[in-house]
């Protein structure tokens, strides 16, 4: 079973749509993080928690809200989808003194 | 604020020598990391160095670390096909938030 688990893998979308995108983890970790992935750019954080109680803006939250729901579920929501927030999407988890594990990714298409 | 560069393309001949650059604006990162992106898949940590080393070697892969000139490689002796992905590199501060570079795109060719 993978660490980092992320659902779904693929999602197409209409704008103005609400989408939650799921993220679930088996390390036992304090600390996960959702990043978007577009050509060129690289990995962009949009938010991250570093416990239940805890959520942090990343460099590009606009547009998006997540939930931390337990320390081993991380979701992140589109409250209304719009075509430039088509992207591959990252769930990853980590402790103080660990690298990142990162979920096979969600590519989310808004048409 | 925290800037992360890489050149976004590299292409080696089997079996030569890859070099992968990135530069990084945060002085006060303590950590730099090299992450491997293969086809559809997530990231995996190939590697990483603390602020206080100037080198680490791991098998293929040579990490050169110049804090001065804020500046990360990684080297991958004898490429292979199999190295053919995305590598990027990271940075955080006491293992923080990680903050990523654009990633460079390495096509390994016969």
């Known amino acids: 079973d993978a660490d980092v688990t992320q659902t779904p893998r693929n999602r197409i979308t209409k704008t103005g749509k609400r989408i939650m995108l799921e993220c679930s983890q088996t390390?036992?970790?304090?600390?996960m993080y959702w990043y978007r992935q577009d050509p060129g750019l690289g990995l962009r954080l949009i938010y991250y928690?570093?416990?239940?109680?805890?959520?942090n803006k990343g460099e590009i939250s606009d547009g998006y809200s997540v939930s931390r729901q337990a320390q081993a579920k991380f979701s992140l929501s589109l409250e209304s989808a719009i075509p430039n927030q088509t992207a591959l999407y990252f769930c990853a988890t980590s402790d103080q003194d660990t690298e990142a594990f990162f979920g096979q990714g969600t590519r989310l298409t808004v048409v | 604020g925290e800037d992360v560069e890489q050149s976004l393309f590299l292409s080696v001949r089997e079996g030569d020598s890859s070099v992968i650059n990135c530069t990084y604006t945060?002085?006060?990162?303590?950590?730099l990391y090299w992450y491997k992106q293969e086809p559809g898949a997530g990231l995996q940590l190939l590697t990483y160095?603390?602020?206080?080393?100037d080198m680490k070697q791991d098998q293929r892969l040579t990490v050169l670390l110049n804090k001065k000139d804020k500046h990360l490689s990684l080297r991958i002796a004898d490429t292979q096909t199999g190295d053919s992905a995305i590598y990027f590199c990271?940075?955080?501060?006491?293992?923080?938030?990680?903050?990523f570079g654009t990633g460079t795109r390495l096509q390994v060719f016969p």
């Open positions: 990271a940075e955080s501060m006491n293992t923080d938030k990680l903050i």
């Open positions: 945060d002085s006060s990162s303590t950590y």
């Open positions: 390390k036992g970790h304090d600390r």
């Open positions: 928690s570093f416990d239940v109680k805890d959520i």
């Open positions: 160095i603390f602020s206080n080393m």
